[in-house]
């Protein structure tokens, strides 16, 4: 149980486009979505939280009009990288919480962002 | 200035023997303390949990011990085995200091289980 799919798992985007990532909790309700990023050989950033039906809470520093995200259903949020610089080339990974621990987070397999 | 802190990068362990990984954190405020798993390229694990009320929690090989006055918690894995080889982050989360949960990690060590 507790499974988190990520689509797509890796993606190559030229500069200016926008890119679109979902995430999706497969056997439970998810009522948090956290979306975090990793740079090469460091830890997590969380970037922001997000609850079902409301407006996502950013990390400071964190450009909400440049990541967009939705969180329209219990088992489902994305994440829009909009107008997409090779800065924003990143691994992205989701999680959600709601799983069979209350406060464990259950995270994606990610998703591998190019921007040339 | 980080909350969670792994000291050590890495670790490097004979198959069979025990491994022990520590997390150390800053915010009394912390109550509640994960380990995760992560290999690369793949989204993190979740491998063991503990709560503030607890000073110990079992699963299998893995053993999550937390020392709250030392603001410490160690992670045991015994006996390790060549598949355990990954990096391993501890998380904490202030539950009820109203930040939903989120977790802040550590910036992980990374096990190397030789056979």
């Known amino acids: 149980g507790a499974v988190v799919s990520q689509h797509p798992s890796w993606v190559i985007c030229k500069s200016g486009t926008s890119v679109k990532i979902e995430c999706r909790s497969l056997d439970f309700q998810a009522t948090t979505m956290f979306w975090y990023r990793q740079f090469p050989k460091q830890s997590l950033m969380l970037m922001a939280t997000?609850?079902?039906?409301?407006?996502?809470?950013?990390e400071q520093g964190v450009e909400k009009d440049k990541f967009l995200i939705n969180h329209a259903s219990l088992t489902l949020s994305t994440l829009t990288v909009t107008s997409a610089h090779p800065e924003d080339s990143s691994f992205y990974i989701c999680?959600?919480?709601?799983?069979?621990?209350?406060?464990?987070?259950?995270f994606g397999p990610g998703t591998r962002l190019t921007v040339l | 200035d980080q909350q969670v802190k792994q000291n050590s990068p890495s670790l490097s362990v004979q198959e069979g023997r025990i491994s022990i990984l520590n997390c150390d954190y800053t915010?009394?405020?912390?109550?509640?303390f994960l380990w995760y798993k992560k290999y690369p390229a793949e989204g993190p694990t979740f491998l063991i949990s503990i709560s503030s009320i607890k000073d110990k929690n079992e699963d299998g090989r893995f053993t999550v011990f937390l020392n709250k006055s030392a603001k410490h918690l160690s992670l045991h894995i015994v006996p390790s085995q060549p598949g355990d080889s990954a990096v391993y982050f501890c998380a904490a989360s202030a539950m009820y200091g109203g930040s939903q949960g989120n977790l802040i990690f550590g910036k992980g060590t990374k096990l190397s289980v030789k056979p």
């Open positions: 915010n009394s405020m912390f109550d509640y």
């Open positions: 999680s959600a919480q709601g799983g069979g621990g209350v406060y464990t987070q259950y």
């Open positions: 997000s609850n079902e039906g409301s407006k996502a809470t950013y």
